[in-house]
């Protein structure tokens, strides 16, 4: 999947439109960054074979891959560095509406957990162990659990737990009122990240780079959708090779717009809050609505 998407980049950004070189032979071109999870590594490598099909033979061509110790890593959840995400995303699941919709599941939490003879798992992990678990055996083909009295997991009830995933990752990084100090906390330094190199490229400060990849998670993925008030439609659990892009245009009289594209077409945003136009957003407008979500003291906020 990873080698198809660097490949559908390859036919837009290389043969479409020659932004990219057809060899890579410059590769401070290029910025590559992974979480310290080997799979992230992989997912970029196969990537970058589909972007660059005969990279591997050229020495030149070689990418560092980039890192963060996993203690200060900002391109995923780091409740141990920052407390005070803990504390908000528990005001979040505790609130009477997130209690009601659990409550409103209670039939099915349980039958789930007599099949998978499972405790609990719906306190500790929300609905993600459950589409986890239940959707990679669906996709392969395999029979559903069942409990030891005979009672099966059903392919509607499988629906039924996407439907909720999807609910509750809206809820925590969209709909409740405290998401913005939210995802301030989550994903907040890493859109940080990303606007300053969107802001590099505008002000003439990004010297030779024009692509930088960043191989990450779902849970990535999620909150930066979130803040920018994905649609229903383009809200929903992100799938394996799910790709974000931010593309810095010029236009002909200068100006700069930014457009953000979601799985090959352009983001559409939630219902009565369409703060710009995700094909063409000026820059500047763009840069001024991320820093809601971008802490200006991590440190302290994080207290």
């Known amino acids: 999947q990873h080698l198809d998407l660097g490949a559908r980049l390859r036919s837009v950004y290389v043969e479409k439109l020659g932004f990219l070189p057809y060899w890579l032979r410059n590769t401070s071109q290029m910025y590559l960054r992974t979480t310290s999870i080997w799979r992230t590594k992989n997912s970029a490598e196969a990537l970058l074979n589909g972007l660059w099909p005969y990279r591997g033979i050229d020495p030149s061509a070689q990418i560092p891959i980039h890192t963060y110790p996993s203690a200060i890593e900002t391109m995923v959840s780091n409740i141990a560095a920052c407390p005070g995400l803990g504390t908000a995303m528990s005001q979040i699941t505790n609130s009477a509406e997130f209690g009601a919709f659990y409550q409103s599941q209670a039939a099915l939490i349980t039958k789930l957990d007599n099949a998978l003879k499972a405790s609990g798992s719906s306190a500790t992990s929300g609905w993600s162990g459950y589409v986890d678990v239940l959707l990679a055996r669906q996709c392969h083909g395999m029979e559903l659990p069942c409990s030891s009295d005979g009672v099966c997991i059903t392919d509607d009830d499988v629906k039924q737990v996407m439907r909720n995933g999807h609910y509750e990752l809206a809820f925590i990084a969209r709909d409740h009122p405290l998401v913005p100090q939210s995802v301030r906390l989550y994903i907040g330094s890493f859109i940080g990240t ?9 002000n003439g400060k990004a010297g030779d780079l024009k692509f930088a990849l960043y191989s990450a998670h779902d849970e990535t993925i999620i909150p930066i959708l979130g803040a920018l008030k994905a649609s229903n439609t383009d809200m929903l659990w992100p799938a394996y090779a799910a790709n974000l892009a931010l593309e810095l245009w010029k ?42 979500y971008i802490p200006s003291d991590i440190t302290t906020e994080c207290a």
């Open 251 to 292: 236009k002909k009289d200068g100006s700069r717009v930014v457009r953000v594209v979601l799985n090959g077409r352009v983001l559409t945003l939630q219902e009565g809050f369409q703060w710009c136009d995700m094909n063409a957003c000026p820059a500047d407008q763009f840069f001024k609505y991320l820093e809601t």
């Open 194 to 202: 990303l606007r300053d190199q969107l802001q590099d490229a505008v």
